[in-house]
């Protein structure tokens, strides 16, 4: 049982479109991480979060602890934001990956 | 300020034999993460290394080894390797685990 749940699955949008990308946990962080992985696999941790909201450039990360869910937003999308975006469960020691969103954005 | 290096990028191996794969964090990086990352699916943790001892581990069996040294580089060993071993590898760093981590490029293993 995958402890880490994402949603969409995959998604395709034009440019220019504000994405969300959303992630639920069923218990308890020390930290919650947003990765991106394009084809060929090279990963980039975009965030790492424990609480709050945290922005960089169009991106924006967002946590509710309350409610165990995390949401990344790309404001303004370009073809070059297709990837794969992770999210991963920190707690102690352990990571837990989410299955990931694929995200295509059409010029 | 360096990123975090894997050697090699690619490696066959047969069933069976042993594999050793590198990691070089990034500098004043004390926290070394291992993860498998099977073909078309989401990466796995492995385990975790801060200042040289294993603090976290995933669901991987002992034939799943590492080590990290005073400088705060790894390894991550495979022995008795099996098909199913083949995956890419990759390897985060991070200062105490507190941080952002920083990822390598991966090592693709191939298992014939």
């Known amino acids: ?107 | 300020e360096t990123g975090v290096t894997q050697s090699p990028t690619h490696l066959i191996k047969t069933r069976g034999q042993q594999v050793t794969l590198r990691c070089s964090s990034q500098s004043g990086h004390n926290t070394v993460s291992w993860y498998q990352q099977a073909l078309g699916q989401g990466p796995q943790f492995i385990f975790q290394y801060y200042r040289e001892e294993e603090n976290g581990r995933g669901n991987f069996p002992p034939r799943f080894s590492g080590l990290q040294f005073p400088n705060y580089s790894s390894e991550l060993n495979v022995n008795a390797l099996e098909l199913d071993d083949s995956a890419l590898y990759l390897c985060a760093s991070s200062l105490d685990n507190n941080y952002g981590y920083t990822f390598g490029s991966g090592t693709r293993l191939t298992v014939v």
């Open chain 1, 1 to 107: 049982k995958n402890e880490v749940e994402q949603s969409p699955q995959n998604l395709t949008a034009q440019e220019g479109e504000f994405i969300t990308i959303n992630c639920s946990y069923s218990v308890g962080i020390s930290a919650l991480h947003w990765l991106q992985q394009h084809p060929g696999g090279g990963i980039v941790s975009l965030f790492m979060l424990s609480s709050g909201k945290k922005k960089h450039g169009r991106l924006i990360a967002t946590i509710n602890i309350q409610e165990k869910h995390s949401s990344l937003h790309i404001t303004a999308s370009h073809p070059r934001d297709s990837a794969v975006y992770i999210c991963v469960r920190n707690t102690g020691n352990q990571f837990y990956f989410g299955t990931g969103t694929s995200l295509t954005v059409i010029p």
